[in-house]
């Protein structure tokens, strides 16, 4: 089991950057894979970057490739959702989420992740 908090979020107005947060709790942080998801109000919930466990295979939603970019420290038991170049569809309520198992594989889809953190609100403004 692994508990995962989410931070950083805000409001920021467009072309601004945030960073967000994601610390796990537990000593296995460093064999999940991990990935960053949003929602928005009456959309569903979509993928916005993956990692592999050693974060050397990533991958990005065709919408945030070039502004955001996702990283890990394992030592610190913690994931990083840099955006950057922030535009006002971007907003949404930001999950991170772990996998347990093909962690060598980077994947976006929502049912393949086995724990969620509570989420936390980004807000771009016009």
């Known amino acids: 089991q692994v508990q995962l908090v989410e931070s950083g979020g805000g409001v920021v107005q467009a072309g601004g950057s945030l960073r967000l947060s994601c610390v796990a709790s537990?000593?296995?942080?460093?064999?999940?894979?991990m990935g960053w998801f949003r929602q928005a109000p009456g959309k569903e919930r979509e993928a916005v970057a993956a990692?592999?466990?050693?974060?050397?295979?990533?991958v990005y939603a065709d919408s945030v490739k070039g502004r955001f970019i996702i990283s890990r420290d394992n030592a610190k038991n913690t994931a990083y959702l840099q955006m950057n170049s922030l535009k006002p569809e971007d907003t949404a309520v930001y999950y991170c989420?772990?996998?347990?198992?093909?962690?060598?594989?980077?994947?976006?889809?929502?049912?393949?992740?086995?724990?969620w953190g509570q989420g936390t609100q980004v807000t771009v403004s016009s």
């Open positions: 989420a772990a996998r347990k198992f093909g962690v060598n594989v980077a994947t976006t889809q929502v049912g393949d992740y086995d724990y």
């Open positions: 990692s592999s466990w050693n974060g050397r295979t990533t």
């Open positions: 537990g000593r296995t942080f460093g064999t999940y894979a």
